[in-house]
């Protein structure tokens, strides 16, 4: 299994509204792709993951709420190439949201079949 803590809201499938959000949304995906780089290194090596897996994100959010599939949608897309090749390959999703201090989320990937490289 593969797990990272990202420190920052998610990024978000639907296309931003504004240059500010886009700048934003453009900030959100470098760190999620700073801490999924940083853990395929460190424990599956450089190569994406081959077969199906399960996404697990757990959203602690600082105010209000989140359409869910936007934030699924963001995550998927973002760890395309890097995670695994293709979105595709994710056969199972559980999204979890709850009030915390500050955004942050957590992303697990479970191979369900497969293997790496």
């Known amino acids: 299994m593969l797990e990272f803590d990202v420190s920052a809201k998610p990024p978000y499938k639907q296309t931003p509204a504004t240059a500010k959000e886009q700048n934003n949304q453009e900030r959100y995906k470098q760190a999620l792709k700073k801490a999924a780089n940083s853990a395929m290194k460190t424990v599956h090596g450089e190569w994406p993951i081959e077969g199906d897996v399960r996404l697990i994100i757990h959203y602690e959010r600082a105010k209000g709420h989140m359409d869910s599939t936007n934030v699924i949608g ?33 992303v697990k990937i479970e191979v369900l079949r497969g293997n790496y490289g």
């Open 74 to 106: 963001g995550i998927a897309d973002t760890l395309e190439g890097i995670v695994y090749e293709n979105d595709s390959q994710i056969k199972e999703v559980q999204y979890v949201e709850n009030k915390g201090e500050v955004d942050k989320y957590k």
